[in-house]
């Protein structure tokens, strides 16, 4: 099984989550043959990981006028380091004009932690995503719960019964990547879930990553889970499906 297969890469497919987002749309783009990536929030400056970046507010035209991919496409530069996002209901437009063989979203922040729960307003995640993949950073495993790792502390606390500075256990990561409050949150009902599990750069991590995981997979709404580590030329370090 290769990336795009484990991460069933096809159609809308929106990353939310913390600590590897935009590592797993930069490393899915090129593996993809006409793929588009882009946002429904803000996002940083992608240029150097697609063939070109189209600024416009018809999304549509630009890839079907596209003659090198994958393709960029968002409505406006923010300031120098950011895009803005599209509406959700544009960037689902986008995917139904089949002009691409995947349009691959940025569907919410995170403040380049490790670990986070979504806000009321997020993520905005179109109603029809394929494919919806919750990132989470094996590293946050043995930190305290605290701001510099984690997003929303308050958010996580409320889902795993942490508190403010108490250490992050594989159980902690699995109890918000299966809850509708954490990385199921919006996920249409018709969706495939594949939660992913990155920065699984050593054997030990990949032993969190294993835990973390097991019951994870066994999750109803959850088809399998994706280890990995962008770091590397090969960035698929394991699938752990249902023991079912």
């Known amino acids: 099984m290769d990336l795009v297969e484990a991460l069933a890469a096809d159609g809308l497919v929106c990353v939310v989550g913390a600590g590897g987002k935009k590592s797993t749309l930069y490393a899915l783009a090129p593996r993809i043959d006409r793929a588009v990536v882009t946002a429904t929030v803000r996002i940083p400056i992608f240029d150097p990981h697609v063939a070109r970046v189209v ?12 003659d090198r991919w ?4 968002v409505p406006a530069r923010e300031r120098e380091d950011r895009y803005l996002g599209y509406d959700p209901d544009t960037v689902a437009g986008l995917a139904a004009a089949n002009v691409a063989d995947a ?13 986070k729960a979504p806000s009321d307003r ?18 946050a495993v043995g930190k305290p719960l605290a701001d510099d790792r984690v997003h929303r502390v308050d ?6 019964g942490l508190r403010p500075g108490e250490i992050i256990r594989p159980t902690d990561v699995a109890a918000v990547l299966t809850s509708e409050r954490g990385g199921l949150k919006d996920a249409p009902a018709g969706a495939t879930v594949v ?3 990155n920065k699984v750069d050593t054997d030990d991590l990949a032993d969190v990553a294993r835990e973390i995981a097991e ?3 066994n999750h109803p709404r959850i088809d399998r889970v994706a280890l990995t580590r962008f770091a ?5 370090v394991e699938v752990v499906a249902s023991a079912d």
Do not use: H, M, W, Y
């Open 122 to 139: 997020e993520p905005q995640v179109p109603a029809s995503a394929d494919t919806v993949l919750p990132v989470a950073s094996v590293r």
């Open 55 to 66: 600024v416009t507010g018809d999304p549509i035209a630009a890839a079907e006028r596209a």
């Open 70 to 73: 994958p393709l960029g496409v």
């Open 155 to 160: 958010r996580v606390s409320e889902i795993t």
């Open 103 to 115: 349009v691959l979203v940025k569907a919410d922040g995170a403040r380049t932690r490790e670990f």
């Open 215 to 217: 019951p994870v997979a």
């Open 232 to 236: 590397s030329d090969d960035p698929l």
């Open 195 to 197: 939660p992913v599990l």
